[in-house]
């Protein structure tokens, strides 16, 4: 884990070599997504990923959204973002995927 706590006390986000992929696009994940633009650190989001078949393929406001299984062996260099009432299912599923730099928000 990179980190746990609230989201604005992140600073690895602000970090210029920082690449983000905000796990689920659900209320939360489209908060994540605000706090980001709001920050002017949007560019940083390579992708959103999501559980939801459906969402495959599609775009949130320009950013594609893809598989969790896509994210996890294409962007192994990026930093996750889990937040919200699945945040601790989507961290285990990224550990044992062997993703190192997850950011887990306790409150946005």
């Not at 994210?71 to 062997?98: I, P």
Request: glycine share 8%.
């Amino acid at each position: 884990m990179e980190y746990i706590g609230s989201l604005v006390y992140d600073r690895v986000l602000f970090e210029a070599d920082v690449r983000l992929v905000i796990y689920g696009n659900g209320t939360v994940g489209r908060r994540l997504h605000a706090f980001l633009e709001n920050n002017g650190i949007l560019y940083k989001l390579d992708c959103i990923c999501d559980a939801n078949t459906e969402l495959w393929g599609k775009m949130y406001r320009g950013i594609p959204i893809i598989s969790p299984e896509e994210a996890v062996s294409k962007k192994t260099h990026c930093h996750f973002l889990a937040a919200g009432k699945y945040a601790e299912e989507q961290v285990s599923f990224l550990q044992k995927s062997g993703i190192k730099n997850i950011h887990m928000f306790l409150e946005l």
